[in-house]
């Protein structure tokens, strides 16, 4: 009797450095026991019978440690070939060598058929459950079996079976059990081969269906035997015994171990087609020809037609039964498909409504602000004396404070809060409400007039100004606009353009105001773009000089200190005003390398006058240059490199630097200036008086050196008592408090007179000099005693 077969399944799992040594050995082995097992039953029957207990022991011995190697064991396929191979060792050793050869039981022989066909159940049922769990249809997975078992058979029943079946007389059991054996192996060949068919490479799977060749070919030769009442022969004891030793190997074999899982190829695969095509034509075409061409014995029988028939119908109906499993895999993959498509049309609505809208607010976004200007300009050059459309442009007022002060959750809600004011208050149909980010906001107006627009505008800061409640507390915001409206737009981003300009103008005018979009602006910034491309060359290139300024004792007409004034003067042009190049350094960051220079060359020139006459050096800084990590350190180590000691160094600031940042930042700036004021360097508050603040700020910052704004100084007179009044006040303050004062803009001599009786003592104006290069203070300095207003 054949012996169980044998599957491999695939595992993760890699095997020991030694693996292709023990199953080539094995395979090599085997194979030799095997081509010698009929010689040796022929010279001794009991050697004969070990073999075969050897070779079947070894069988499930391998199948057993590839199921344990491979962790195999806890799936129930596996199980099943694992029992299956021990139960067809059990029964060859005790029912066939032990029973019925060596003891002779009359029993015997009964036990080992039934053992031995159990075991083909079992294995034809762990076949089966692999195939149930490849990937696909498990439905798919039979009815490929089935379609392959009965293309197998028709023409080995009609050329083989059927012919030596009807010559040998058997009917009844004799017939059943004679078709039984087949059609297990035959069954088991198809479900191999429908694996086979998708895996094709695998190694394993290749000796697996050479064992299920040599099985098959084990019983049908058993088969007409039986058929023709002669015993089993070599033939059939070489395909049993080839059998054990392939199913073994294929278990053995390393490619089991690199096989992650088994696969299915798509139904249309052209092997699977070619396979199929070829079985449903040629199979029941060659039996047919073979009973009408070949006159086969039997053939014409009644019970030989009819199971030709059988087959034949049988073969149609897994066909048509394979159609239909194709049909609903088509189908669902149709629906699956449709599904999909679906689901990317939303996605795309979905992509498309994003990449045109602002995420936090809905509204639209640059993008579609850009689609929407460009529309209504096609729109309104259609129809001939219709207005151009307008833009507005809306930024809130220091907005970073509430982003910085309560945080970024709050300063978002506030933001959908602002953009429901706008589209309920506001925004009508036929107009385009975009976020351009931050708290930057547009509206485009399609076709309006300056004056709609105007009054839009205004309604937008009104209705912006009311209250915001979030969170249990009360927000106040305003908001700055630059309109755009009553002129020609030829693009999306010269409208963009312009409105900013005029968003800019509004923002730098004070905040909380609506300016409007005149050529002059665009003109104004064009200049400004030249001049910030210019005083980059002017850094690199050197065009930056300093000049200085004397502060005047006025008791005694010595000059007590020397003010750095930065000066640009382009080659070839007119000077720049510092005050038109300083605030297009602080904007663009020029300043912090500006700073340093200036720095730099104040230190070096003070060293020398510092060193023969005493004299100190008044550096201006900005809030830029304070907001630097290394700024104390710079400052310091300049000092130290010139060999100028901290106190010759007076550090000016203005009060509107400290106004235009935050309460938090203030605190650093003050910190920074506190820090540097320990080690000897003065600090000078510039402008004093011009801000509401003065005093707050007098009271809180580490300040040695006052200095009076001009504007006191240009009203001073002996008929403005106001004026002088104000004057003495400071200058009584600044004494009480032990704090230096220095008046600015002294021009004539009078005022000179007038600050030297209030008890002013230091001055600093073109009375006394202009600013002037280095080498001029050298030439005022070496006249001893200077004098000016002698």
Not at 309 to 324: C, E, H, I, K, S
Request: charged share 15%; hydrophobic share 50%; glycine share 8%.
């Amino acid at each position: 009797m054949s012996r169980l077969p044998l599957g491999a399944f695939p595992s993760a799992l890699s095997r020991p450095a030694g693996g292709s040594r023990v199953w080539a050995a094995y395979l090599l082995l085997g194979t030799a026991l095997t081509a010698a097992a009929p010689f040796l039953a022929s010279v001794s029957p009991t050697l004969g019978v070990l073999v075969w207990v050897l070779l079947q022991g070894a069988s499930a011995t391998a199948v057993i440690a590839g199921a344990r190697l491979n962790r195999l064991t806890g799936s129930w396929p596996w199980r099943l070939l694992c029992a299956a191979s021990v139960l067809a060792w059990l029964s060859t050793t005790l029912f066939w060598a032990a029973g019925h050869v060596w003891l002779e039981l009359s029993g015997a022989m009964v036990l080992y058929r039934a053992g031995t066909l159990s075991a083909y159940v079992l294995s034809l049922a762990a076949l089966a459950m692999l195939n149930l769990r490849v990937e696909g249809s498990r439905a798919a997975a039979l009815l490929d079996a089935g379609i392959i078992t009965v293309g197998v058979a028709m023409p080995f029943w009609t050329f083989l079976v059927g012919p030596m079946i009807d010559g040998s007389g058997h009917t009844g059991a004799h017939l059943a059990f004679a078709v039984a054996i087949p059609v297990i192996d035959l069954f088991a060949f198809g479900l191999l081969m429908r694996l086979a068919l998708d895996n094709g490479r695998a190694l394993w799977l290749g000796l697996l269906s050479a064992s299920y060749v040599a099985l098959f070919a084990g019983d049908g030769v058993y088969l007409l035997n039986q058929v023709a009442a002669q015993p089993s022969g070599p033939v059939s004891t070489i395909g049993w015994l080839g059998f054990s030793v392939l199913s073994g190997a294929a278990v053995l074999h390393p490619s089991l171990g690199s096989a992650h899982r088994l696969r299915t190829a798509p139904v249309s695969s052209r092997a699977r087609v070619v396979t199929f095509l070829a079985l449903a034509l040629l199979s029941p075409l060659g039996s047919g020809l073979g009973r009408a061409l070949l006159d086969v014995p039997g053939a014409h029988e009644p019970f030989g037609e009819l199971v030709t028939t059988a087959f034949t119908v049988l073969m149609a109906v897994l066909l048509v039964l394979r159609l239909n499993t194709v049909a609903r895999v088509a189908e669902n993959r149709a629906g699956e498909l449709a599904t999909a498509l679906h689901q990317q049309e939303i996605l795309q609505r979905s992509l498309s409504y994003r990449a045109l809208h602002d995420p936090l607010t809905g509204l639209a976004n640059r993008t579609l602000l850009g689609q929407s200007i460009q529309h209504a300009i096609t729109a309104g050059a259609a129809v001939p004396g219709t207005p151009p459309p307008a833009l507005l442009l809306l930024d809130l007022d220091r907005f970073k404070d509430v982003n910085d002060t309560y945080g970024h959750a709050v300063g978002d809600e506030l933001l959908t809060h602002v953009t429901h004011r706008l589209n309920t208050t506001v925004v009508t149909d036929g107009q385009t409400l975009a976020r351009l980010g931050g708290d930057e906001f547009a509206l485009l107006l399609p076709a309006a007039t300056a004056e709609d627009a105007l009054a839009v505008a205004q309604r937008i800061l009104a209705g912006l100004r009311a209250p915001y409640r979030l969170g249990g507390r009360e927000l106040y915001v305003t908001t700055s606009v630059g309109v755009l409206a009553g002129l020609p737009v030829a693009s999306p981003s010269e409208a963009l353009r312009d409105a900013d300009l005029a968003l800019y103008a509004a923002k730098n005018a004070g905040k909380d105001q609506v300016t409007v979009f005149a050529p002059a602006l665009r003109h104004a910034q064009l200049e400004r773009t030249r001049l910030t491309a210019g005083l980059r060359q002017a850094v690199e290139g050197g065009e930056l000089v300093l000049n200085y300024q004397p502060v005047v004792n006025l008791a005694g007409g010595e000059i007590r200190a020397v003010e750095a004034l930065l000066r640009w003067s382009p080659p070839g042009s007119r000077p720049v005003p510092p005050d038109v190049f300083i605030p297009i350094a602080e904007e663009t960051g020029l300043i912090v390398p500006i700073g340093r220079w200036v720095l730099e060359q104040a230190c070096a020139d003070a060293h020398r006058w510092h060193e023969q006459y005493g004299i100190s050096v008044t550096v201006n800084i900005s809030g830029r240059q304070l907001r630097e990590e290394d700024f104390t350190e710079m400052v310091l180590g300049t000092l130290a490199r010139y060999g100028l000691p901290e106190g010759a160094l007076v550090l000016e600031i203005t009060e509107s630097m400290l106004l235009a940042t935050t309460p938090a930042e203030t605190q650093r700036l003050i910190a920074v200036l506190t820090a540097l004021r320990e080690h000897g360097v003065r600090i000078a508050m510039d402008d004093f008086g011009t801000g509401y603040s003065s005093l707050s700020y007098l009271r809180t910052l580490p300040v040695d050196i006052l200095k009076i704004d001009r504007s006191f100084t240009t009203a001073l007179t002996d008929d403005d008592q106001r004026t002088r009044a104000f004057t003495k006040a400071i200058l009584e303050l600044a004494a009480s408090l032990r704090v230096d004062t220095v008046v600015e803009g002294v021009e004539l001599h009078e005022q000179a007179v007038l600050l030297q009786r209030m008890g002013c003592p230091l001055a600093q104006g073109y009375l006394f000099s202009p600013p002037v290069s280095a080498l001029q203070i050298d030439n005022l300095l070496s006249l001893n005693p200077w004098r000016h207003a002698a």
